[in-house]
């Protein structure tokens, strides 16, 4: 079993849909919790990261951990066919953000 | 502020041959890393840098990859001889103290025929 579990997709869906993303992890050691947005042929760019646990919120994203679940999840409100990416969630440890562990990535679609 | 800089883009080379990729990370920045990406999957990491000392590589396979960050700045990443299974986007990152978390470069595409 991975550490970290994400479903690949790809997710499709129109535009000004509300989009629900996802990872699963075993560790319970992890307290960095990061979403990365990873445009074709592009590195990774960080969206938002949440310490621990709770919700954070970014104009249209908020990003939720729930740590008894062992369970994150990103939501992207009035999505638009720019944000149409593949969308990595990534976890750190005691270590920090300094030693990452990623998720296969899932691949967004939003079509106009 | 530039970014992250990778060179090449792209590599295509046969098996057996060597390939070295460069990184030049941001400015400021002591903390330096490079992953593996497969295609359908998200980074590894191969190895991460503080200055110039490698403080993690337990993820690198050293009997064909070797790295080196001189002076602490910029960063090489060298495959010797390449096999088959080396085709992956080699991304390099960077982070400094000041801020948690990791700025990626564009990576390196390579292919191994």
């Known amino acids: 079993q991975k550490e970290v579990e994400q479903d690949p997709g790809p997710l499709s869906v129109p535009e000004g849909a509300i989009v629900s993303l996802n990872c699963t992890y075993s560790?319970?050691?992890?307290?960095?919790f990061m979403w990365y947005r990873q445009y074709s042929r592009k590195g990774p760019e960080l969206l938002m990261y949440?310490?621990?646990?709770g919700n954070k919120e970014d104009g249209r994203f908020t990003a939720q951990v729930d740590k008894s679940s062992k369970y994150i999840s990103l939501f992207i409100r009035d999505s638009q066919p720019s944000d149409s990416a593949t969308y990595l969630c990534a976890m750190g440890g005691i270590t920090g953000f300094q030693k990452l562990v990623f998720g296969t990535g899932t691949r967004l679609l939003v079509s106009p | 502020e530039a970014g992250v800089v990778q060179s090449p883009r792209y590599k295509i080379i046969e098996k057996k041959q060597p390939v070295a990729f460069w990184c030049n990370p941001i400015?400021?920045?002591?903390?330096l890393y490079w992953y593996r990406q497969n295609l359908g999957q998200g980074p590894e990491l191969l190895i991460r840098y503080e200055n110039e000392e490698a403080v993690d590589d337990s993820q690198l396979p050293k009997d064909r990859f070797s790295a080196e960050r001189l002076k602490g700045v910029d960063s090489t990443l060298k495959i010797q001889p390449a096999e088959l299974g080396d085709s992956a986007v080699y991304l390099c990152a960077s982070s400094s103290w000041r801020e948690e978390t990791q700025y990626f470069g564009p990576g390196t595409r390579l292919l191994v025929l």
């Open positions: 949440t310490y621990s646990s």
């Open positions: 560790n319970s050691a992890f307290q960095y």
């Open positions: 400015s400021g920045h002591n903390t």
